[in-house]
């Protein structure tokens, strides 16, 4: 028998401890976020999330403008272990985004938040269907909830691609 590499065995426990700090750190944030949107203090609320979008997920609101949730998602894939849970980050922020475009009528910002929210949600739900991301499972009616007064005051429908992966996820749902 061989011994381990020195350090190989605390590797996942310092990996898990830092994942643990970050989800800690991130549920901090999020209930100051849902606070400044609840209060209508939407420019604070969008100042805190690009901060937590160059911090977490290393990216801007430019390239969260420009790119789809596929390139979005992509960009977090550098370190496989925590892919998931970033994309849930990205995903939440994209959430109170939406929040925060609906909550101040710029209805079309709002639907591209709302539906990438949704998309990467869907894509890790399918992706993992494992009871670890159980707890987002919720998100999803919640974002059918927000997208429906949205999708009615622009005079539109669910977008395809989105339609379809909220298909694919009720299918196994």
Do not use: W
Not at 42 to 65: M, P
Not at 105 to 115: D, I, P, Q, S
């Amino acid at each position: 028998m061989t011994d381990p590499a020195p350090g190989s065995l605390l590797k996942p426990v310092y990996q898990k401890d830092y994942i643990l700090f970050m989800v800690e750190q991130f549920g901090r944030l999020l209930r100051k976020l849902i606070q400044y949107i609840t209060e209508g203090r939407f420019d604070d609320a969008t100042f805190e999330i690009e901060q937590v979008y160059r911090q977490y997920l290393g990216i801007n609101s430019d390239l969260i403008n420009r790119m789809p949730y596929q390139s979005l998602m992509l960009l977090q894939q550098a370190d496989p272990e925590t892919y998931h849970d970033k994309c849930i980050v990205l995903a939440e922020l994209l959430r109170l985004e939406g929040d925060i475009f609906s909550g101040s009528g710029v209805l079309r910002e709002a639907l591209g938040r709302y539906t990438r929210s949704l998309c990467v949600y869907l894509t890790v739900l399918l992706d993992e269907p494992e009871e670890r991301f159980s707890e987002y499972k919720e998100r999803v009616p919640e974002l059918e909830s927000a997208l429906k007064p949205v999708l009615a005051g622009l005079n539109e429908n669910m977008p395809g691609e989105c339609a379809e992966l909220l298909r694919q996820y009720k299918e196994i749902a």
